[in-house]
């Protein structure tokens, strides 16, 4: 069955640092991926999407990578600030369907 | 402003009760979209419409309806057949004829039963 896993619900890190998040799927042969952030009882916002045929993606301090033979994306936020704690979402549209699933998400907290 | 409202913010039900939650968009998106949330979870498709007055079930779409009678408009409709329905529930839209179906989230309304 397809399958969207995000890795750790939960990610703690330093001010200043570099976060990475995890993005793994299987049974997918996705067109592109999508990466969202959801602040609490908010609706998620689009940050930035990867085509299957990009091996990278950048804006401003974020980054992702898109790697389909080990089917992962990784999505950095580089410098990091406390104002970027939020919980951040993978999605994937498959083919031709004009659906989007999406991960359970990762929590990412920034201490100052 | 272009975006997408929901309302109410908060929506308290007793069991055995229909409810309806408000959809609108300006964006002049033709897709329209449902989605519920529950706690440490993602989102799960309920409902998706390409155009109006035609509409598709997502991967939860037992005992919630939908209708589209207007561009703008999706309201959802959470029925007495829904036995677990409270939850955080998104809308969202996106256009047409673009490859890569970003979708814009309204702010949700959280949904809870008594």
């Known amino acids: 069955s397809q399958k969207i896993e995000q890795n750790s619900e939960a990610l703690n890190i330093q001010e200043g640092k570099t976060a990475t998040l995890t993005c793994n799927y299987t049974n997918y042969s996705p067109a592109y991926l999508q990466w969202y952030r959801q602040d609490p009882g908010r609706g998620p916002v689009f940050l930035l999407l990867i085509r299957e045929n990009e091996k990278e993606k950048r804006k401003e301090r974020l980054k992702v990578t898109f790697d389909t033979t080990l089917k992962q994306s990784l999505f950095h936020i580089t410098a990091s600030q406390p104002a970027d704690s939020a919980t951040y979402l993978c999605a994937l549209r498959s083919g031709s369907a004009r659906q989007l699933t999406f991960g359970s998400g990762t929590q990412l907290t920034v201490l100052p | 402003d272009g975006g997408i409202t929901q309302s109410p913010k908060y929506l308290f039900r007793k069991e055995g009760q229909n409810v309806t939650l408000s959809c609108e968009q300006n964006l002049n998106h033709d897709a329209m979209y449902w989605y519920r949330q529950d706690p440490g979870q993602g989102l799960r498709l309920i409902y998706y419409s390409q155009i109006v007055n035609d509409f598709q079930k997502g991967d939860i779409a037992e005992g919630y309806s939908v209708s589209r009678e207007k561009k703008e408009s999706f309201p959802l409709t959470v029925t007495s057949a829904q036995k677990n329905p409270t939850a955080f529930y998104l809308c969202?839209?996106?256009?047409?004829?673009?490859?890569?179906?970003?979708?814009?989230f309204g702010p949700g309304t959280r949904l809870t039963v008594l």
């Open positions: 969202a839209s996106s256009a047409l004829g673009t490859y890569t179906d970003t979708q814009y």
